[in-house]
């Protein structure tokens, strides 16, 4: 059981017990909910939990700085997240996301430009969540009058990859940085342009992506010693290229990434230089 803090409208109303504060969302759940009413939450389709003080404090300061119509919205936004995954979306996607959407808001309305690095990364990176992200900012756009730019999809498609998979934003940064930073290195290294629309694009940044995880797990592929002189000697310089990726991400990761990984990148920057010429 569960009394009202503050009804946003008919149907979202937080909420508090002596333990945890709540967003609880169902249909009619709002209406005419005065506070201190007690609710049940069995009247509710959905149940957001605000975890620790921290989290609490930080959503009690959110909401003195939106009106109700804005934190309608952000719930019609997180509603319409949890329609288009069939995972489970974590409770956080309350706070992240409110969190996001009021500054993203308050710098269209004070026309302060912001630019994602790592857009094309997070596409390829996350594509599924990259589509949820342009459906919640199109719904943002058409019912605040407003036009967030593509940069802002980017942002809220790490938001949602990171409720449904409990992995930190920061974490995904980290990823979208190495794939951003090694096809720099293959493009300065090749004297080439990467295509980010190819499917040669799209292949390595999953190999990147599985190649982090690993890394990340302590875990290594089987080592393929044989092949790597081979290839060493035919691609000398997609082989040195390699070799500098690895040790980038060593850097960034701050984590020992095994020598047969450069073995796999190889071929496949090897895939870069052969389909630019």
Excluded at 65 to 92: C, P, Y
Excluded at 172 to 201: F, K, P, R
Excluded at 213 to 222: F, L, T
Aim: charged share 25%; hydrophobic share 40%; net charge negative.
């Amino acid at each position: 059981m569960y009394k009202v803090e503050k009804a946003l409208n008919n149907n979202v109303v937080i909420a508090h017990d002596d333990l945890e504060e709540v967003v609880l969302i169902g249909r009619g759940i709002g209406f005419g909910a005065k506070e201190n009413d007690v609710l049940d939450t069995e009247k509710a389709d959905k149940v957001y939990k605000l975890t620790g003080k921290q989290d609490s404090s930080r959503y009690q300061t959110l909401l003195t700085m939106g009106d109700e119509e804005l934190f309608k919205l952000i719930f019609e936004a997180i509603e319409l997240i949890d329609e288009l995954t069939a995972h489970q979306v974590n409770d956080r996607i309350v706070l992240s996301l409110t969190d996001h959407l009021l500054f993203s808001i308050k710098r269209q309305e004070e026309r302060i430009e912001i630019t994602n690095p790592f857009i094309n990364e997070t596409r390829a990176l996350y594509p599924k969540e990259y589509q949820i992200a342009e459906e919640v900012v199109k719904m943002v756009n058409q019912k605040y009058h407003i036009h967030l730019p593509e940069a802002e999809i980017g942002f809220i498609a790490l938001h949602v990859h990171s409720s449904i998979y409990n992995k930190s934003v920061l974490e995904m940064n980290i990823l979208s940085e190495v794939v951003h930073q090694a096809i720099m290195m293959i493009e300065n290294g090749l004297g080439i342009s990467v295509d980010q629309t190819s499917l040669w694009y799209d292949r390595f940044v999953r190999h990147i992506s599985f190649c982090v995880q690993r890394v990340i797990k302590g875990e290594s592929v089987p080592d393929q010693d044989d092949f790597g002189e081979l290839l060493k000697a035919q691609y000398p310089l997609c082989y040195n290229v390699a070799i500098k990726i690895v040790k980038m991400m060593q850097n960034k990761l701050q984590r020992k990434v095994y020598d047969s990984e450069v073995v796999y990148l190889t071929m496949h920057i090897n895939q870069f230089e052969h389909y630019s010429k």
